[in-house]
């Protein structure tokens, strides 16, 4: 096969993926389609679970990302008027960079606050009148806590109306929590570091799903487990080609991403298809006795109650020849600390709403608040014994 026999999309469905695995072989120079005194930028992943993957970019992809990132922003209903704290780090990470030219593109004033130092970070937000700012979920709403006990009123107290979230799985229970700590619209955003960053999709104001900017981007969705192509409603793995990069091209891209398209058309008027929000990671399926089972799911249900407060760990251990699930929940002081009858009746509940949902038990131990750590970036939700005790 070569170049000319590529004629059309469905021909590209003759090409073999191209996997994290294969920019890690080829790390750090291998992919670079342009001679290296054309490139301008370089970003990479932490490296924490092997060999950093390495993306590079040219004058140009930075250009069009910075588009991308713009549309994303519009898209939320944000304009130049508006001003951008971005809670993301600076540094090998694409979603700080991402989202600043993005906001300068559209004209939006940046506030590069950077991560951490979370009570300077809502004095920042009073003091310059932020309208918006973008972190990973997880934080948004550790930040959310630290108003509550700083006894800031997000309602007179901040010109916030929009947040922008993603670098993580989050679900319709998380969203709620992170707007009424803000008094905000929450919207989702998709990326991954491989095809340029944040930029790849984005939700607009009907909150049903994320628009691919498809004139940039060829999605599919694959059998994780065949590679086979599935069809219109169907869900599983996300497939990218981006079109646009120059320093990088890839072809069919596997994102481990758990999803599906929507083919029908937007009340927004986006001549985009839209993608499911995350179901979780194909890596992140948990396999316990038999039945997959997405964090999300987990996250679905404890989000649910207002007694807790979006802390959760889960916690795989193997206990004889059976894995053992076990869900740790923060809940509120007062819970806490009060009635024992109502905390066991809790308990009982949400493992009753646990097993109607996974299809196997799950032990729940509700811990006080701040027991289970906090996280400037993306949480680590689940913790897998199985391996250590191998």
């Known amino acids: 096969m070569n170049a000319n026999d590529i004629k059309n999309i469905d021909d590209l469905q003759r090409l073999p993926f191209t996997t994290k695995n294969d920019l890690r072989d080829n790390y750090p120079f291998g992919l670079m389609a342009v001679p290296i005194d054309e490139v301008v930028r370089f970003h990479a992943s932490s490296g924490t679970t092997g060999k950093s993957t390495v993306v590079y970019y040219t004058k140009n992809d930075l250009d069009t990302w910075s588009n991308l990132m713009a549309r994303v922003l519009a898209t939320t209903g944000l304009t130049k008027k508006d001003s951008m704290q971005i809670i993301y780090n600076y540094g090998f990470f694409t979603g700080g960079f991402g989202f600043h030219y993005g906001a300068e593109r559209l004209g939006i004033a940046v506030i590069p606050t950077g991560s951490g130092n979370t009570k ?19 934080y948004a709403i ?8 700083m006894k800031i009123d997000p309602k007179k107290d901040l010109k916030l109306k929009i ?5 993580e799985p989050w679900g319709k229970g998380m969203r709620q929590r992170i707007e009424e700590l803000f008094n905000i619209n929450a919207y989702d955003n998709y990326g991954i570091s491989e095809l340029c960053g944040p930029g790849v999709a984005v939700e607009c104001v009907e909150k049903d799903g994320l628009h691919v900017w498809e004139d ?6 694959i059998d ?3 590679g086979e192509t599935l069809g219109e409603g169907e869900r599983g793995e996300l497939v990218f080609t981006p079109i646009w990069k120059e320093a990088m091209p890839l072809f069919r891209y596997r994102t481990k991403d758990i999803s ?7 009340n927004c008027g986006l001549p985009f298809r839209k993608i499911e929000r995350l ?18 799911q987990i996250e679905e249900v404890i989000l649910k109650n207002s007694a807790f407060k979006g802390h959760y760990a889960i916690i795989v251990e193997r206990k004889g020849p059976l894995d053992h699930l ?11 600390t009060g009635n024992l009858k109502d905390l066991i009746q809790l308990k009982d509940k949400v493992e009753d709403d646990l097993k109607s949902v996974l299809l196997v038990k799950a032990d729940v131990k509700l811990v006080e608040e701040g027991a289970i750590p906090r996280s400037q970036g993306k949480a680590q939700r689940v913790i897998d014994k199985r391996n250590l005790e191998e």
């Not at 809502?122 to 972190?135: K, Q």
């Not at 947040?163 to 670098?167: D, I, L, Q, R």
Request: net charge negative; proline share 4%; aromatic share 10%.
């Open 163 to 167: 947040g922008v979230f993603g670098a």
């Open 279 to 296: 179901h979780g990671r194909s890596d992140d399926m948990l396999i316990i006795r038999g039945v997959n089972i997405f964090p999300s």
């Open 120 to 138: 300077k970070q809502i004095e920042i937000m009073r003091d310059f009148g932020t309208t918006s700012f973008t972190s990973t979920p997880s």
């Open 326 to 336: 076990t869900v740790e929940i923060e809940v509120t002081n007062d819970l806490f």
């Open 260 to 266: 599906q398209i929507y083919e029908d058309k937007c």
């Open 142 to 149: 550790y930040l959310g806590e630290a108003l509550e006990e």
């Open 224 to 226: 994780p487990k065949t």
């Open 216 to 221: 940039h981007f060829i999605m599919e969705v």
